[in-house]
């Protein structure tokens, strides 16, 4: 059974940085691509970013772009998002979720989700 | 950038009705496009992908149709534990993976 254990949520000030982590266990995931994807407070979904299997492949959406970093290590079946100049409008719920490809396909799976605030 | 657009924004229907889902997409997605079920304090949950495709555990009264640019999702028979918000993503063409909006299945 794959799950996802994110980590890193947190209230941090407007400028600062955080850095979330995902931890992936139950599948190889030297196989899968990984995104983040976020839930602003009674809103919708907003996909965040991507990064393909080997991690060669990222991309980001436009409202990150700049600000945010995705990575992964494989050996430690980890991703992680380096979220920089952070916010009033980066508060979500971040999710985790695993691609069904080696880099672009839908989500099969999700974390729970975890809370980030920036606010002063 | 591929715009996603859901209809309608809410749904009411009463358990044991037949509610329909629309979406649709600003470009051709072909059929790759997926749908994901969230309930409150939830995360989301696949339910359909390549359209058209049940994932493993999704009950048969679920459905999903349509390819290019228009798509639909139908619950045969609403059950009580279907309440929710559903929402469609593409991932044809990429680099976006944009959600709609989502629709809210509410009890009439």
Not at chain 1, 24 to 33: I, P
Not at chain 1, 74 to 87: A, D, E, G
Not at chain 2, 65 to 93: H, K, R, W
């Amino acid at each position: 059974e794959v799950q996802i254990l994110e980590s890193g949520g947190d209230l941090v000030q407007p400028g600062g940085s955080l850095r979330l982590s995902c931890t992936v266990s139950g599948v190889a995931l030297t196989t899968y691509g990984m995104s983040w994807v976020r839930q602003a407070p009674g809103k919708g979904l907003e996909w965040v970013s991507i990064i393909s299997a080997g991690g060669s492949r990222t991309y980001y959406a436009d409202s990150v772009k700049g600000r945010f970093t995705i990575s992964r290590d494989n050996s430690k079946s980890t991703v992680l998002l380096q979220m920089n100049s952070l916010r009033g409008e980066d508060t979500a719920v971040y999710f985790c979720a695993k691609v069904n490809d080696r880099w672009s396909g839908y989500f099969d799976h999700w974390g729970q989700g975890m809370l980030v605030i920036v606010s002063s | 950038e591929i715009v996603m657009t859901q209809s309608p924004a809410t749904l009411s229907v009463s358990p044991g009705e037949r509610a329909t889902l629309s979406c649709r997409t600003s470009q051709n997605v072909n059929n790759n496009l997926a749908w994901y079920q969230q309930k409150p304090g939830q995360a989301p949950r696949l339910l359909i992908y390549d359209a058209s495709t049940r994932a493993t555990g999704v009950p048969v009264r679920f459905s999903g149709s349509g390819s290019g640019t228009e798509f639909t999702l139908t619950i045969s028979s609403l059950q009580s534990e279907d309440f929710a918000i559903y929402y469609c993503q593409q991932y044809n063409n990429w680099p976006w993976w944009p959600f709609g909006q989502g629709t809210k299945v509410d009890l009439k």
